[in-house]
């Protein structure tokens, strides 16, 4: 088990942008799997993107593709998400997630994660 904590969450408007962290208590994070999902409110959670142990493996949504960039720091164990071009839809808690053991193929499960954050409240105003 690995402890996520997001942060950076707030109140943006619509065009702006914002950058998640997402911070492990694990020295070993570099070994970890991380996904980011999001939840709106009367809505079911759903993935927005995904960074492989290797930094350079990285898949996205469509609906946040080439707005939502994944990134992470293995030295500092974090994972950062920046959305740029927010719009009011992308509104909804945001989760970070962790799985050291690939289950499947398909990473945009929530199944798939064994680790999960509190979620850090994102808010896109128009």
């Known amino acids: 088990q690995v402890q996520l904590a997001e942060s950076g969450g707030g109140l943006v408007q619509a065009g702006g942008s914002l950058r998640l962290s997402c911070a492990a208590a694990?020295?070993?994070?570099?070994?970890?799997?991380v996904g980011w999902f999001r939840q709106a409110p009367g809505k079911e959670r759903e993935f927005v993107g995904v960074?492989?142990?290797?930094?350079?493996?990285?898949y996205y949504a469509d609906s946040v593709k080439g707005r939502f960039t994944i990134s992470r720091d293995n030295v500092e164990n974090t994972v950062y998400l920046q959305m740029n071009s927010l719009r009011p839809e992308d509104t909804a808690v945001y989760y970070c997630?962790?799985?050291?053991?690939?289950?499947?193929?398909?990473?945009?499960?929530?199944?798939?994660?064994?680790?999960w954050g509190q979620g850090t409240q994102v808010t896109v105003s128009s």
């Open positions: 997630a962790a799985t050291r053991t690939i289950k499947s193929g398909d990473m945009s499960t929530i199944g798939q994660y064994d680790n």
């Open positions: 694990e020295r070993t994070f570099s070994g970890y799997v």
């Open positions: 960074i492989g142990t290797m930094r350079t493996i990285t």
